[in-house]
């Protein structure tokens, strides 16, 4: 069993006021993960007050690292944290990588926190361990119960401190929604607002098909905008389908045709039963998209 990698990025910010460059530590070191290394007084770990990525890295290759790198620096930006280093948290990610000895599936978190209180450093670290094996699950699929978020489809706009659409430390609701799938016999969860959309599933965007149309719920409802979802897509738009980003009411999902939840680790696993009734499963469309996703 391979041990995790972990990279302590000591710079995680974007700090070119702070002098000549000749004088500061190196932005990353590698570091035992095994060693104490965060602060009990981090409020990373007591308030969940901080931001994280999972990427995926298939045989070396990591398509999606932009997207994330990306979406990293927006769900920052929500929390009021300063700008991440692009430069650094990439260097270290490579790092992260270059050090991990070679596995099909590679799984690299990138974290950023708000520091210890009152002293006004950010924590930052990545961390690169073997991927779990999702296999199973994209062939057989998951049965999924949808769950009311308690929000309204507009509550990023009317509420932005509720914090939707940044991918923060703080997953207790989400698991919490988990285990109440558990409690009614599936596997996971769709949210819906209280107003009647559908949004996404507590790890994974929401693809839903019709005859020859793809659509998921649109980012503007103030969820996660979806790297994988963007790369199904992109395969989905080479088929020759059409695609499209917008508001579905909670009463498409039970009409449509399939049903996918997409993440960057598990990639496409079908919906094969939604509130207790089955729903059908294109295997060979499922396979050609966890394909593409592995590669690309």
């Known amino acids: 069993m391979s041990v995790p990698v972990l990279i302590l990025v000591t ?33 990373g770990a007591t308030r969940g007050d901080g931001v994280f990525e999972t990427v995926m890295v298939a045989e070396g290759a990591a398509p999606a690292i932009d997207a994330h790198l990306d ?30 000895p070679p596995v099909e599936l590679l799984a690299v978190k990138l974290v950023l926190t708000r520091g210890i209180e009152g002293q006004d450093a950010p924590t930052g670290w990545i961390l690169a361990q073997p991927g779990r094996d999702f296999s199973r699950e994209r062939v057989e699929g998951v049965r999924v119960v949808t769950l009311d978020r308690g929000y309204r489809h507009d509550v990023a706009a009317t509420s932005p401190w509720l914090l939707q659409g940044a991918k923060t430390l703080s997953y207790a609701v989400n698991t919490a929604a988990i285990r109440e799938a558990k409690r009614r ?39 996660l905008p979806g790297t994988t979802q963007r790369r199904a897509f992109a ?62």
């Open 11 to 43: 710079r995680p910010l974007d700090d070119e006021s702070e002098g000549s460059t000749d004088a500061r530590p190196a932005p990353f070191s590698q570091a035992d993960p095994a060693l104490p290394h965060l602060s009990v007084l981090d409020l």
């Open 185 to 223: 016999g599936a596997h996971d969860v769709i949210f819906t607002s209280s107003d009647g959309f559908v949004l996404e599933a507590p790890t994974a965007s929401v693809l839903l098909r019709e005859g020859d149309r793809f659509t998921t719920p649109s980012a503007e409802l103030g969820i």
């Open 71 to 100: 979406r990293f620096a927006a769900s920052a930006k929500l929390l009021d944290l300063p700008e991440p280093n692009r430069e650094v948290w990439r260097a270290a990610f490579d790092a992260a990588v270059a050090a991990h």
């Open 235 to 296: 395969l989905l738009e080479e088929l020759g389908y059409e695609t499209g980003s917008v508001r579905l009411r909670s009463s498409e999902l039970g009409r449509a045709d399939a049903l996918w939840l997409v993440s960057s680790i598990r990639r496409a696993v079908p919906v094969v039963e939604l509130d207790g009734v089955a729903k059908a499963v294109d295997r060979e469309l499922t396979a050609r998209l966890n394909e593409y996703l592995g590669e690309h």
